[in-house]
């Protein structure tokens, strides 16, 4: 472990100091935050806090106008409660579902934890129409904003504000460009078990000023079979995916799974935004206890969320250049649950911006509080 993360230090300061010397061919970014997080469950005397130091390096090598070279790593120390408060809380932070592991518990004591995850490590060849990646990359076939179930190959948590870049896969893709808005695209991806893997292709589309696509293919045990499309209905956007995962394997006695989501957003005068979502979850689950841990799932196209129906709701306002807020809910029929998650974000200067986020987590029909949780992120870029 020593080898390797001395091996780590060594690239990354290669690279800084070759980019001085190849500005046209090696690129040089990231940035530093820290993040502080308080929870508690519905008395302040519960308070318990974690800190989060979170630094990113994204390194890009175009030695040529056709071909680049990405390295993309995260290196995050935790101290706080949350280490000892949530069980296997290390085991979830080093987990890599990839197919090679590319994510290590440097320090992992009792007080302090230290993870270094290389989250983007491919190659990446552009000619004419042809597009082809390989490696460990983000296949992102989502239209919607908040819930993807076309997402089939990275499937994010929208609870997991602090991960913008969002998870990758090990996987190569190619795409074929027929025109300016018309393209075939072939992914296939492979994770460690011998079930986890996905083969699918998509076929995407304009026509009457909508972004149309379709997709079929594999999806570790279903065949999937998915539609998604992105247009405007009058000033208003319109947005829809929906996702058919059928089981190949036992299909007479299996259960088919729908997954769906539409959504409509509206920009009004003077810079507020509406955003508005609903989630359909065709699996059989009921798991609204534990709602307050949703930020530590992982979860699949095939169950975004812990409800057969799902709302999501989010104003969003830039009242200065500087200085922006919003407010977005989650609410299930399903069991009268709901998750209000406000925020703000001021930029203190170039490349410095500091961020109020919350998360609290309610149940109606017994009228508790499951737990709340407030961040306060200080970020520089770089």
């Not at 940035?31 to 005397?45: A, G, H, R, T």
């Not at 179930?149 to 795409?175: C, H, K, M, V, W």
């Not at 986890?196 to 997709?215: C, G």
Request: proline share 2%; hydrophobic share 40%; charged share 20%.
């Amino acid at each position: 472990m020593k080898r390797l993360w001395l091996t780590y230090c060594f690239l990354s300061l290669s690279f800084m100091l070759s980019a001085q010397e190849k500005e046209q061919q090696l690129f040089l970014s990231g940035y530093i935050k820290n993040l502080n997080e308080f929870s508690f469950v519905d008395q302040l005397n519960q308070l318990q806090w974690t800190t989060l130091l979170h630094n990113r390096l994204n390194l890009k090598y175009a030695p040529t106008e056709e071909i680049k070279i990405r390295l993309e790593l995260r290196n995050r120390m935790f101290y706080g409660d949350n280490l000892k408060n949530i069980l296997g809380f290390s085991q979830f932070i080093a987990q890599d579902t990839g197919m090679v592991d590319l994510s290590w518990n440097v320090i992992d004591g009792e007080n302090v934890l230290f993870n270094s995850t290389i989250d983007r490590a491919l190659f990446n060849y552009t000619s004419g129409d042809w597009d082809i990646t390989l490696g460990r990359q983000r296949v992102n076939w989502g239209m919607n904003v908040a819930w993807n179930p076309n997402d089939i190959f990275n499937t994010y948590n929208l609870l997991d504000f602090d991960y913008e870049e969002r998870p990758g896969s090990d996987a190569i893709r190619i795409q074929y460009y027929l025109d300016d808005f018309t393209k075939i695209e072939v992914a296939a991806k492979k994770g460690k078990s011998p079930e986890d893997y996905i083969v699918a292709a998509m076929y995407k589309f304009n026509t009457w000023s909508y972004d149309i696509q379709f997709l079929t293919g594999v999806y570790q045990k279903d065949c999937v079979f998915g539609v998604g499309w992105a247009g405007n209905v009058k000033d208003a956007g319109f947005k829809g995916e929906v996702t058919y995962f059928v089981p190949f394997e036992s299909y007479v006695n299996a259960k088919n799974v729908w997954s769906a989501s539409v959504s409509v957003d509206y920009g009004f005068k003077k810079g507020l935004y509406l955003n508005a979502s609903v989630l359909y979850n065709g699996t059989d689950n009921d798991t609204s206890n534990s709602l307050g841990s949703l930020v530590y799932t992982n979860l699949s196209a095939k169950n975004l969320m812990p409800f057969q129906f799902s709302g999501f709701l989010q104003l969003a306002k830039e009242f200065t250049p500087l200085f922006k807020g919003s407010l977005s809910t989650i609410y299930s029929p399903t069991h009268h649950s709901i998750i209000a998650l406000p925020s703000m974000g001021y930029s203190i200067a170039t490349n410095w911006e500091l961020d109020l986020t919350g998360q609290s987590f309610f149940e109606l029909e017994e009228y508790k509080t499951i737990g709340n949780s407030f961040f306060v992120r200080l970020r520089w870029s770089f």
